[in-house]
């Protein structure tokens, strides 16, 4: 672009000398103009991306959460929470539009401006006479000044997106790293602490030595928790057992291990090795509370990245009790498990996780809490077979692992550790501390009957001689484990009713007849402005009848040139206001629709669906629609009536061109249709590759303390790398047929300009310089108007792409109406009476998981609903809320059969705890009651009765205490809170909404 202008500058002073110089001096007011311009945009466009962010952090959290989401009934509170952000973003969008339309204004009044001064100097100052020869040349080399200045909002637009995207990258490069291994690892075959203090969300740098010690204040946020003084060194080869009640600090110390907190004061002891001279975590396996798979087949997930050996393969899944798993899914060890392992149990992710870590050569083990979420004779099992050092598996292997079952463990551990209120109560032989009566409590009720009992229970759980290897060869050619669908990718042109949905969401009608009547409007006034010169001319130089063009002063010419300019300028900024408007309308419009359809959703689509494809829809193809498709629609119209006028001067002036035009027409038609052909293509691969890209990236940070413990961190560099490049192959082909596609409609926009040329010289002796210039300059701009023409209109195809995509996803299968006529009574249900008949429910068509089950269950009663992990109690659970239909039979409740309720109705009437707590950014209050329904003493109530806020007749259960306000902050799923302290707070969630049918999913 300055290229260009230094050229136009050269050209215009050697045409009309000193006036040349003082005319381009007006732009030199653009300068700081266009720097306050930047400043203003900038700041502006900062905010729009935050507020961007907030809205696709609000839209992820939804995703992630969406199953509590739709079993509580919360659906319209997260959607008015996504409304309002969508609407601040958009209020700022408004904002930069209104920016771009001054900036439009301004470098479209630029070029006109400094083209009057020029002839204002020349005709006026100067008293020269104004030829055709002058006139029209140096229009058509102010083209090239103008194309620079027509350019400049764009590149300005492109030039902040830029710079601010640097600056997000760059902000967040200069987030805190974890902590070195060398500050806080003194380095050897110990495992445990050394006179340690150590925190979660303090910079790295806040660790401190003992000769200069900083205070807390100084170096921590506030309500940070702390680890104190842990001073422990675990036994080598031996299972230490880590008790404790909830929100004693027992997850926190094996994150400590793995690095994940940051030392304040003191030494980890941990073995490591330097890989290329860096220090890395060695020979430690972490197994997290809430169990970490990828999206991958189980055998994927257990193996995470070893060598296969089958036997011990066959060994882990007998010790982790997941063979009889493994029969129930169709392809056995060869199925997918979706993202965070979706199609599984709480109980089946724990264990595969375990597997995981027991399938691995590492000889440390840190295991938390992986008994929980599974039944007691598999737990039992999984102890014996799989945890004791008596098992060949675990070898010489040092194990740490917490657990509240303590009573089923201390008899089998080596070492035990008490902790209370992020420090070590208590430490030592098991025997010494029962013997101090520490576990008294804890063990009450065991007996060697139990175990026995367990035992033989668990003897039958995994009695499975046969390999899965033997399996996948007779599953072969009949079951198919896949579970994630290849991404629907549509194929030939962009079809005619997804334009139809975009103009409609435009505004329909109206606001296209008026768009298109401003677009004519502003192409009609440029054009007079240049024939007004044409006539100027004419009538200076005599070449015409006097009458027709009458003799004026420089003075009225220049006035009416001046008004024509100015009515351009005018139409400019109208044509852009309206498709602004209309772009914003659409994006409301798409964005509010989309939200909708996936929010109400059958559940198995977020089962089969990544959540980073569906991501990608809230981001890149709606960035598409809210920055792209309108000012492409605009380029389009603009250029395509650029084209027809252009078409018709040449055809006006010179009749037989007219024959050339149609070949030439024929010519770029076939150009347009090749090039759209491969780039349309090009653009929707890019598309679909970015979806495996954020699921990746996703995983990745749902994963990555499990994903360092292991020191695979460099594997998935590796891996994003490669899927970084799959997207950029597509993205480097669209651009290589950008070029192509130049070439030719150069070549081809040379010919048009050299035929015309011919013509007007073979009708020079009937064609009036005026003319014969104001034809050959509008053929001038042919090329780049044809050029512009073919890529606008690939780029809205592209960009109509989006609009496809989009439109997809609002055809997906939805759940049942959440709101039915005539609706139930408010105290509906009254008693909770719950009937059963015949129910059957499938995953699957054909493949019932419950089977014809009938029963009965009154007010009042509490129903224990027992089975081995995997037998359907949670499917069972599912389906009193609808959230599974019954593909046969009834559910009664209160004597009304569920299918004739709306969901809303029965989701908001029974409550349910789930097996996995799901916490939601915001407050307390938000999570316990997002409609603001209750009253805020029943809200403390129920935090008291879970223990959550402080009580004074139960001092005993204070470690669980986490809130003092009901403000008080909970982050991104609960990250500031335990698991245990998680499932408390679902808990209170259910005590205040007092349903008469409670729902408790283990």
């Not at 430690?284 to 970490?292: D, K, S, T």
């Not at 089958?310 to 007998?318: G, I, P, Q, T």
């Not at 440029?526 to 003075?555: C, E, F, K, L």
């Not at 009663?861 to 037998?871: K, M, N, S």
Request: include cysteine; proline fraction near 3%.
């Amino acid at each position: 672009m300055p290229l260009s202008l230094l050229i136009g500058v050269w050209y215009m002073y050697a045409l009309l000398g000193p006036s040349a110089i003082m005319g381009l001096a007006v732009a030199v007011v653009y300068v700081p103009l266009s720097k306050v311009v930047f400043q203003y945009t900038t700041r502006l466009d900062t905010r729009y991306n935050a507020l961007g962010d907030e809205r696709l952090a609000a839209i992820t959290e939804l995703l992630q959460g969406i199953k509590a989401v739709k079993l509580f009934g919360w659906e319209s509170r997260f959607r008015e929470r996504i409304d309002e952000k969508r609407e601040r973003q958009l209020g700022c969008m408004w904002q930069l539009n209104v920016a771009w339309l001054v900036a439009i204004g301004v470098t479209s009044l630029a070029p006109m401006l400094v083209l009057v001064v020029i002839f204002t100097m020349y005709t006026v100052v100067f008293e020269h006479q104004l030829s055709a020869e002058i006139a029209f040349t140096s229009i058509s080399v102010f083209q090239l000044v103008r194309v620079s200045f027509e350019f400049l909002p764009g590149m300005l637009s492109w030039s902040i997106g830029a710079y601010v995207s640097l600056k997000r990258i760059g902000s967040y490069l200069g987030q805190p790293d974890v902590q070195r291994l060398d500050e806080r690892v003194r380095a050897g075959e110990a495992l445990g602490f050394d006179s340690a203090d150590l925190a979660w969300d303090a910079p790295a740098e806040a660790s401190s030595s003992e000769e200069t010690p900083l205070l807390e204040s100084e170096r921590l946020a506030p309500g940070a928790f702390v680890l104190r003084g842990l001073n422990v060194e675990f036994p080598r080869g031996g299972l230490t057992v880590v008790a404790g009640p909830t929100g004693a600090g027992k997850s926190s110390l094996l994150s400590a291990l793995v690095g994940e907190m940051t030392l304040l004061r003191g030494h980890v002891l941990a073995p490591v090795v330097s890989v290329d001279g860096k220090l890395a975590i060695h020979d430690i396996a972490y197994v997290a509370q809430e169990a970490w798979l990828r999206n991958a087949t189980i055998r994927e997930n257990i193996l995470f990245g070893e060598a296969y050996d089958a036997e011990r393969y066959e060994s882990v899944l007998r010790a982790c009790a997941l063979k009889p798993d493994l029969r129930i899914l169709r392809a056995g060890d060869a199925t997918e498990i979706g993202e965070r392992g979706v199609t599984l149990s709480g109980g089946q992710k724990q264990r595969v996780a375990l597997a995981r870590a027991v399938y691995s050569h590492r000889r440390i083990l840190l295991i938390d809490d992986c008994l929980s979420a599974v039944d007691a004779h598999t737990a039992r099992h999984i102890l014996h077979a799989c945890l004791v050092g008596g098992s060949a598996l675990m070898q010489g292997r040092t194990r740490v692992l917490v657990t509240h079952h303590v009573a089923a463990c201390l008899p089998h551990a080596d070492y035990a550790v008490l902790m209370r209120g992020g420090a070590i109560a208590h430490q030592g032989l098991p025997s010494e501390l029962q013997a101090q009566g520490l576990f008294a409590e804890s063990m009450d009720g065991h007996t060697s009957d139990d175990e026995q009992n367990e035992d033989a229970l668990a003897a039958a759980v995994v009695n499975d001689a046969k390999t899965e290897d033997e399996y996948t060869r007779e599953r072969a050619g009949h079951e198919d484990g896949t579970l994630i669908e290849e991404e629907e990718r549509e194929t030939g042109r962009v079809k005619a009713d997804i334009w139809l949905r975009y103009f409609s969401a435009c505004g329909g009608l109206r606001f296209w007849g008026t768009t298109l009547a401003t677009l004519i409007a502003f192409q009609g006034a440029t054009m007079m402005q240049d024939y007004w010169i044409r006539i100027w001319v004419a009538s200076a130089g005599g070449t015409a009848d006097q009458n027709t063009h009458p003799q004026r002063s420089a003075v009225f010419w220049m006035s009416i040139y001046v008004a024509l300019g100015l009515a351009g300028v005018l139409l400019s900024v109208a044509k852009a206001g309206c498709l602004f408007a209309g772009a914003l309308n659409a994006s409301r419009t798409l964005h509010a629709q989309l939200v909708q359809a996936v929010m109400r959703a059958k559940p198995t689509f977020f089962d089969s669906t990544p959540l980073g494809r569906i991501v990608n829809r809230f981001a890149r193809d709606m960035e598409s629609v809210d920055e792209s498709a309108s000012y492409a629609l605009e380029m389009l119209a603009s250029d395509f009536l650029g084209v027809i006028t252009v078409l018709a001067i040449i055809t006006a002036t010179t009749p037989a061109f007219l024959g050339v035009a149609v070949v030439v027409s024929a010519l770029y038609m076939a150009i347009g249709v090749y090039y759209l052909r491969t780039s349309r293509e090009l653009k929707r691969l890019e598309s679909t590759s970015m979806s495996p890209l954020l699921s990746l990236v996703g995983e990745l940070i749902s994963g990555v303390s499990s994903i360092r413990a292991f020191g695979a961190s460099q594997w998935y560099v590796n891996e994003a790398a490669a899927r970084i490049a799959a997207h950029n192959r597509p993205f480097y082909g669209v651009w290589c047929s950008n070029r192509w596609l130049s070439i030719r409609v150069d070549v081809t926009s040379a010919f048009v300009s050299f035929t015309c040329a011919v013509f007007v010289l073979r009708n020079a002796h009937v064609m009036d310089a005026g003319l014969a210039g104001f034809a050959l300059a509008y053929a001038l701009t042919f090329s780049g108007r044809m050029l512009f023409l073919i890529r606008n209109y690939g780029e809205n195809e592209l960009n109509m792409n989006a609009v496809e995509r989009i439109e997809q996803y609002l055809r997906i299968e939805q759940e049942a109406p959440l709101h039915v006529s005539p609706p139930q009574p408010a105290s509906w249900p009254a008693t909770g009476n719950v009937r059963v008949e015949n129910l059957v429910i499938e995953h699957v068509p054909g493949t019932p998981v419950l089977h014809d089950l009938t029963f009965t269950i009154k007010h009042s009663e509490r129903i224990g609903v027992v089975g081995r992990t995997g037998a359907g109690k949670s499917t069972l659970s599912l389906a009193l809320l609808r959230f599974i239909e019954a593909a046969k039979g009834q559910i009664f409740i209160d004597g009304v059969d569920i299918a004739s309720v709306g969901l809303n109705e029965l989701r908001r009437s029974v409550t349910i705890i789930p097996q996995d707590p799901v916490l939601f950014n915001g407050s307390i209050r938000f999570n316990l009651d997002p409609f603001e329904e209750y009253p805020d003493a029943l809200i403390w109530d129920a935090l008291k009765r879970a223990y959550l806020v402080r009580s004074d007749d139960n001092e005993a259960e204070q470690e669980s205490v986490a809130f003092t306000s009901l403000d008080a902050e909970i982050k991104e799923n609960g990250q500031n809170l335990s698991l245990g302290q998680r499932q408390l707070v679902a808990i209170a969630r259910a005590l205040v909404r007092r349903s008469r049918l409670v729902v408790l999913d283990e």
